[in-house]
C-alpha cells in the first residue's frame, strides 16, 4: 500500500519513512515538505495514493489548508508535536492522531488500525486498494461556491467554463455569474467528463456547450466566441488546436 509522508523536517520524515516500511504491507513513495507541494501532487497522483502521514505545521502553512485546495479522499495520519488540533483532525480523514516525538508501537497501532478498516470496508483481509474498472467514469456533478457568507451548489451542467484568473480558478456559468472555486485547476480538470469539457491552454477549461463559433488567431491559434462574455480573448493554443477541434466533431 503507498505511504506519503508530509513533513517539513527531513530527520523525522526519514524516521518515520523506516518505521511505516517495518511493515511490508506499506511503501512510502515520496516525502513532501510544504502545503502547495502536497497540493499539486495530489492533485494528480492522489489516485496512486492509500494512505497520508501529514505533520500539522509546515514551513508555509497549516497542512489544514491543502483541504481547501483539494478533495482529500485518502485517510490520514497526523503526527504532530501539537495536541490542540485532534477535532479539526478528525473533520479532514484522520483516522488517528499522534503526538510527536513518536514511538515505533504508536506508527504501527495506526497502521493496523487502517488495514482494519480496509478489511471491515472489503469484507475480507487487508489488501491492497485497486481501482475497479467500471464501464461508465463517474464524474462530478456539482461543486461548492461561495458567495459572501454563504456556501453555494453549483451544478456542472450550468458552468460555461473554469479559468485562473491571478492565480485563482474562478467558475463562469451560462447565467453570466462568477463565482471563486476553492480548487486547482488541474484537479477541476480531472473530475470533469471529457467529452464535455476541454483544457484549450493553461488557464481555462471549457464546456462544449459554450462554444458557439471559433476564427484564425495570431501564430496559428484560434479565437473562440463563447455564449458568455469575458473581457479578454479567448484563445486556444497553438498545439490545442488540432485535438480541439476533433473533440467538437465528435
Known amino acids: 500500500m503507498n505511504v506519503l509522508i508530509v513533513e517539513d523536517e527531513a530527520h523525522t520524515a526519514t524516521l518515520l519513512q523506516e518505521v511505516i516500511e517495518q511493515d511490508s504491507d506499506f511503501m512510502v513513495i515520496e516525502k513532501l515538505e510544504s502545503v502547495m507541494e502536497v497540493v499539486e501532487y495530489l492533485s494528480k497522483y492522489q489516485k496512486n495514493l492509500d494512505l497520508l502521514f501529514f505533520d500539522i505545521q509546515l514551513a508555509d502553512g497549516h497542512s489544514f489548508e491543502i483541504f481547501k485546495h483539494v478533495d482529500v479522499v485518502v485517510p490520514v495520519v497526523f503526527c504532530t508535536a501539537y495536541d490542540e488540533y485532534t477535532l479539526q483532525a478528525i473533520k479532514n480523514n484522520g483516522i488517528d492522531y499522534i503526538l510527536k516525538p513518536f514511538k515505533e508501537e504508536e506508527i ?137 477541434k476533433e473533440w467538437l466533431e465528435k
Not at 127 to 152: A, D, M
Not at 165 to 185: I, M
Not at 197 to 222: C, D, G, H, T
Open 108 to 244: 504501527h497501532a495506526a497502521l493496523n488500525k487502517y488495514k482494519s478498516l480496509i478489511a471491515n470496508l472489503q469484507g475480507k483481509s487487508p489488501t491492497p486498494i485497486q481501482l475497479q474498472p467500471t464501464q461508465t467514469p463517474q464524474y462530478q456533478q456539482s461543486f461548492l461556491t461561495q458567495y459572501r457568507e454563504k456556501s453555494l451548489v453549483k451544478q456542472v451542467k450550468d458552468v460555461a467554463l473554469f479559468c485562473v484568473e491571478q492565480e485563482n480558478v474562478y467558475l463562469y456559468t451560462f447565467a453570466g455569474e462568477k463565482f471563486p472555486l476553492f480548487k486547482k485547476l488541474e484537479y477541476v480538470e480531472s473530475v470533469c467528463d471529457p467529452t464535455q469539457f476541454f483544457r484549450i491552454n493553461r488557464q481555462m477549461l471549457v464546456n462544449r456547450a459554450a462554444v458557439v463559433s471559433f476564427e484564425p488567431y495570431f501564430n496559428r491559434k484560434i479565437a473562440l466566441h463563447l455564449q458568455v462574455q469575458l473581457s479578454e480573448v479567448v484563445v486556444v493554443s497553438r498545439l490545442k488546436v488540432a485535438p480541439f
